[in-house]
T-cell receptor
């Protein structure tokens, strides 16, 4: 069974640009969560989607948005990029996303904003 | 919010030695997850613990959740260089309605170095 696939693996963008990251969950998994990882803040929750609906959102500005498609694949978008958005963005896939559900992560997308 | 404290922050051991990493919360843990991460890469799922007193093992790694469900430990027996990496604990939080908040809160991680 294929794991969680994130594309692209690396991105370099300029301040002010926007970026779209993609996450394909494990087959059969319907929950996709997104996290931002930085050396200073560690892993922080961005949002979670299940059956195309956002069920929870972290404390990030509105420039960060996401969506999920009917095949459970998810995208996150960051508009008007800032230097501080440079981070490793990770998505996690799980069957239902609720309590006590095993969650598996992708390899991440390393975003560098210059 | 639920804070997870991991200790130690970093650990250097000689190959073959045993070690323990701790994860502590001031609130009850619902669904405690352990992951391993190589620098700059994704998180590798190790184990998930649900019940107080639960213990799980995989190869040379054992994780326990205490009876009060506020502390978990990860123990590695006879460490090897392949065990090196960052170990992260994460936990779900029960929402106001008693269900999930559908998000994991993570500790800052423990950096493990194993010297051959």
């Amino acid at each position: 069974k294929a794991g969680v696939t994130q594309t692209p693996r690396y991105l370099i963008k300029t301040r002010g640009q926007q970026v779209t990251l993609s996450c394909s969950p494990i087959s059969g998994h319907r929950s996709v969560s997104w996290y931002q990882q930085t050396p200073g803040q560690g892993l922080q929750f961005l949002f979670e989607y299940f059956s195309e609906t956002q069920r929870n959102k972290g404390n990030f500005p509105g420039r960060f948005s996401g969506r999920q498609f009917s095949n459970s694949r998810s995208e996150m978008n960051v508009s008007t990029l800032e230097l501080g958005d440079s981070a490793l963005y990770l998505c996690a896939s799980s069957y239902g996303g609720g309590l006590n559900t095993e969650a598996f992560f992708g390899q991440g997308t390393r975003l560098t904003v210059v | 919010s639920q804070e997870l404290e991991q200790s130690p922050q970093s650990l250097i051991v000689q190959e073959g030695k045993n070690l323990t990493i701790n994860c502590t919360s001031s609130k009850t843990l619902y669904g405690l997850y352990w992951y391993k991460q190589k620098y700059g890469e994704g998180l590798i799922f190790l184990m998930m613990l649900q019940k107080g007193g639960e213990e799980k093992s995989h190869e040379k790694i054992t994780a326990k959740l205490d009876e009060k469900k506020q502390q978990s430990s990860l123990h590695i027996t006879a460490s090897q260089p392949s065990h090196a990496g960052i170990y992260l604990c994460g936990a779900d939080k029960r929402g106001n309605s008693g269900g999930s908040n559908y998000k994991l809160t993570f500790g800052k991680g423990t950096l493990l170095t194993v010297n051959p």
